[in-house]
């Protein structure tokens, strides 16, 4: 059976947004297809499917505090499941093969706006270097397939995403979902709404929606040996995006800093210039709007949703 097109870890958040734009001949697995982190299994689903294109999603991965609590496990199971992920393709003769890493992938003491060749000038930020130094393995092994047996394999290097279907942990979650499901716990028990850190950190976040747009045409277009950065570039504050959440949930409580929860990366810029001179008139979903659906999709999901 010959798929067109193979989408691993499709149980996540950008899973259910490729999921949502419906591409033709796609399958769309999850690890109840395969253990992605045994090649034996990997290799068995691409040999039934022999897909065309693969965007590999599956990951492992965490918020701030599941990176520092899991630092071996995200290195060893991200390790694997990409190596034997990018092996398979290679012997089923997949055509093109897109993966992602992430902007806290790259060097923590970095030169700003991170641009895509400063990824292994440097050591990534102490609270996950499992998980970078693992993903940053995607881009080396993607060179080197590129290098010997021309594998047409890229890679994408999106801000933070969020969006439906995230992973609501209040530990492990990232701080979109995380702030989302605090923040209706505190609405419900009449409570103050922790946020982790000083609230000073800046981000660019990038709606998940967005990136399974890019995805596909990045499958299409795309085919340079370095990454290529998915972002708007637009940066915002912890304080000022717990402030629109709570907006948008209607939290009249009073919002609370932790100080005793690390802040991770004071920021990191990132420079879009790649991106904007592939796909100039992209539009990025609006933080705001993005956020409104998100909020939308937990309140109507609750409490069947990732990390409840
Ligand atoms: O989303 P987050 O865990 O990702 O944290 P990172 C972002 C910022 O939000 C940090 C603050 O400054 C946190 O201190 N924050 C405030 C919270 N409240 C919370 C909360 O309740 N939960 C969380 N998690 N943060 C990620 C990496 O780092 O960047 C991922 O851990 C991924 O692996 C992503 O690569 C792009 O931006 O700090």
């Known amino acids: 059976m010959n798929t067109d097109l193979l989408v691993t870890g499709s149980a996540g958040l950008v899973g259910h947004a490729l999921r949502q734009l419906d591409p033709p001949d796609t399958a769309f697995i999850t690890r109840e297809h395969a253990d992605l982190t045994d090649f034996g299994s990997t290799n068995t689903v691409f040999s039934l499917l022999r897909p065309r294109r693969v965007v590999h999603l599956a990951a492992v991965v965490g918020g701030l505090g599941g990176n520092m609590i899991h630092s071996g496990e995200y290195f060893r199971n991200n390790i694997l499941l990409n190596l034997n992920v990018l092996e398979a393709a290679r012997l089923a003769g997949v055509e093109k093969l897109i993966s992602f890493m992430s902007t806290c992938v790259f060097p923590d003491r970095c030169q700003y706006p991170l641009n895509e060749a400063f990824l292994h000038h440097g050591p990534p930020h102490p609270s996950n270097f499992g998980y970078a ?3 940053r393995m995607l881009e080396v092994q993607s060179a ?35 702030l989302i499901h605090r923040c209706h716990q505190a609405m419900r028990r009449g409570e103050d709404l922790v946020i982790w850190g000083s609230g000073k950190p800046l981000r660019e976040f990038v709606y998940s929606g967005d990136i399974a747009r890019l995805a596909l045409w990045l499958l299409d277009n795309y085919n340079e040996d370095q990454p290529i950065i ?4 637009i940066e915002v504050s912890i304080m000022e995006l717990a402030e ?33 001179r592939y796909l100039p008139d992209f539009e990025f979903t609006p933080l705001r709007k993005g956020l409104e659906q998100t909020v939308e999709w937990f309140l109507s999901s609750y409490p069947q949703v990732r990390g409840a």
């Open 133 to 135: 130094y693992a993903k």
């Open 144 to 178: 080197a397939y590129r290098n010997e047996w021309n594998s047409d394999y890229i890679v994408a290097i999106p801000t933070n995403i969020y969006g439906p279907n995230d992973n609501f942990s209040l530990t492990d979650g990232h701080v979109i979902p995380s």
């Open 244 to 276: 629109t959440i709570t907006g948008i949930m209607g939290f009249k409580g009073r919002l609370v800093f932790d100080a005793t929860k690390p802040d991770g990366q004071l920021r990191k810029p990132s420079d879009v210039s790649k991106l904007q």
């Open 230 to 233: 998915l972002s708007s570039g």
